[in-house]
């Protein structure tokens, strides 16, 4: 299935948000998500499913003024 | 000292996190001026990469308040989902709302302000609004939930100072018990001083020392700045007048011509 994670083409086997984080590696990292513009919390991403064309953002802590 | 959302912060200085030349060297700003908050932002990360956990080990490190920022965001939607991240990753419930509305100044988009505004203080997020210092702007924006506000000296990494220091006055004598914070555009510590000098609660700042030729000292600098600022402010400075006075006794002078 292709998506777009933060930006780019992805192609996955993953149905559900938590799915691609796992394959994407991102383990216990600290991230937050959002699905399609919409934020997804941690607890819900195990029910999160995903759609061809889903455009995932997965953002983490960064320096800002 | 500035309560912000029943918080009483032990600075009056907010120092943003970027820009620095090392985590060492921005480690060794908090260190040297005491700030008592720093600002934060959200940003992409790849799978396996460590640089959010790493970044947050350090903020975690300086023992101070966090106040994730909005920062870029140009939509309500893209500053509303923004925030719901940063309140995640930061276990927050204060978030510094930035709706930009124009790319070359980076002010902010005042309708998009309200409205996320809006929107998240009825999230329940304790909302610092990046403003300008429009007196109805800022009169919507506590309509809206904003218990702060953050109205700009100048545009974002100018470093101009206080650009209409009539309008940052007046906003203190419409809003005299709301905490209020000049963020953006100062550069020197004389303008941080000018901003207490006006009763102002704080300031907001991070190009200022993270591109200054020793940040570290720079930070220090500012922090004192603000303390000579705040106590002239409390101190009730003379009023200006346009005749000389002397300030020396006229009577009991030697009768010499």
């Known amino acids: ?65 | 000292m500035p309560v912000f959302y029943d918080t009483k912060i032990a600075s009056r200085l907010m120092l943003g996190t970027a820009q620095y030349p090392s985590p060492a060297i921005l480690a060794e700003a908090f260190k040297r001026s005491g700030a008592g908050i720093a600002t934060v932002s959200v940003r992409r990360e790849a799978g396996g990469e460590r640089a959010g956990q790493d970044f947050w080990d350090l903020i975690a490190d300086l023992g101070v308040k966090v106040l994730p920022n909005t920062a870029g965001c140009h939509s309500v939607r893209e500053a509303v989902t923004t925030a719901q991240m940063a309140r995640e990753l930061f276990d927050t419930p204060w978030i510094k709302l930035e709706v930009i509305g124009h790319a070359d100044t980076l002010q902010p988009d005042p309708f998009g302000l309200v409205e996320a505004a809006r929107i998240l203080t009825e999230d329940e997020f304790q909302v610092f609004p990046y403003c300008t210092e429009d007196l109805v702007l800022c009169d919507r924006l506590i309509e809206a939930g904003c218990r702060v506000l953050m109205p700009w000296g100048a545009p974002i990494g100018t470093g101009l100072g206080l650009n209409n220091v009539y309008g940052l006055r007046s906003l203190r004598a419409h809003f005299p018990d709301v905490p209020l914070v000049v963020d953006a555009g100062l550069g020197l510590p004389s303008q941080a001083a000018q901003a207490m000098e006006l009763g102002y609660d704080a300031v907001l700042l991070n190009t200022a020392v993270a591109k200054a030729g020793d940040p570290a000292a720079m930070a220090e600098g500012f922090a004192r700045a603000l303390e000579a600022g705040r106590l002239a402010f409390e101190a009730d400075p003379m009023e200006p007048r346009d005749m000389a006075a002397p300030s020396t006794p006229i009577l009991g002078k030697a009768f010499l011509a």
């Not at chain 1, 691609?20 to 699905?35: F, N, R, Y």
């Open chain 1, 1 to 65: 299935m292709k998506i777009i994670v933060n930006g780019a083409p992805h192609d996955t086997t993953a149905t559900t948000l938590a799915g691609l984080l796992d394959e994407l590696g991102h383990g216990q990292s600290k991230i937050a998500t959002a699905v399609n513009e919409s934020f997804v919390a941690a607890t819900l991403r195990e029910k999160q499913a995903l759609n061809t064309g889903d455009r995932v953002e997965i953002v983490a802590p960064r320096q800002g003024g």
